[in-house]
């Protein structure tokens, strides 16, 4: 299966606020059935806090629901959700660095998970990586988004994706071989 | 260290097979040739293997119903915003005009209002009204008393509007 692109939206917020909900309340439980449990494990895995995770996803839906985003296809509706969700990660760790002045290379916060990242070897290994490292690694190998898509949703120069992919990808690959797994080993 | 060069063709291709499992002999082959391709698969084997875990986690997502209520609260109160929004500006210009008003005929008020209460004596009955009428300073009592209970009687109605 080839990842497959993804066609973030090309509109922009101010054209989008102001105007009425554009979709009914079936559409919207519809669409928050297919993709809130991916969604939810996106953020999970990204800020390692559950509570955190159910936060930023209310707030995810509820920032979709009042651009009034209409999206071309289910497909689209999703990628820009991760796209709202990848904000909304990188506003709140922007607030925590500005609170507390330190660069949270990993989130180390009060209300971190533990069980949530110790939850599986993989989780363990993800919360030793940076935040762009685990959002870069996830969209590109969980979500199957292009490199370009990972350059748009993260804010960074599409042509330094691959590079940092392949970085992110080896420290990854490190911590699972701490851990235990080989490159050797398939998991699943 | 350049990474470019470490970077390997058959990357894509590698992608696909660790996340639907269907592995081509030649692939296989390559993959456990290739240490690059080697450390993908486990890369992407074990983050599949992690989403499908936590998407299928015990504990349910968010209730939507709330996050939809949220949304359309939003919505009527931007409504209400956009709708009320040319009256505001209709009542800061009136409460403008009228201050501009006021200031420039302060000083004439002024003069006008000392000079009607200097010439009221309040301790006497107006001659040339009824007996009943009572004294000037009951008259404006009362009225204010009524205007009072009107305006008290106002502000509830709206509140409960």
Known sequence: MIPMALSLPRTRATHMQGQALTMDETAFRHLYQRTARPLRAYLIRSCGDLALADDLLQETYLRMLRSSFEGENDDHRKYYLYRIATNLLRDHFRRRRLESDVVPERDESPGHDEAVHLRSDVGGAMAELALHDRQMLWLAYVEGASHQEIARALGLRAASIRSMLFRARQRLAKQLQARGLRPEVEVS | ?161
């Open chain 2, 1 to 161: 260290m350049n990474s470019r060069a470490k970077l390997c063709r058959f990357e894509e291709a590698v992608v696909a097979a660790a996340r639907s499992g269907e592995w081509s002999p030649e692939l296989k082959t390559h993959r456990d040739g290739c240490l690059s391709c080697a450390e993908l698969t486990l890369v992407v084997a074990a983050l599949a293997a992690d989403a499908e875990e936590l998407a299928a986690m015990d504990a349910p997502p968010p209730d939507p119903a709330p996050i939809w209520l949220r949304a359309r609260l939003a919505t009527r109160e931007r409504d209400y915003h956009r709708a009320t929004r040319t009256i505001v500006w209709v009542q800061r210009a009136a409460i403008a005009v009228a201050l501009a008003i006021g200031i420039a005929f302060a000083p004439g008020l002024w003069q006008l209002v000392s000079g009607a209460f200097s010439g009221l004596d309040l301790s006497i009955s107006a001659p040339n009204l009824p007996r009943a009428a009572g004294s000037p300073l009951l008259v404006l009592v009362v009225s204010l008393v009524v205007l009072g209970l009107l305006a008290v009687f106002e502000l509830t109605v709206a509140q409960e509007d």
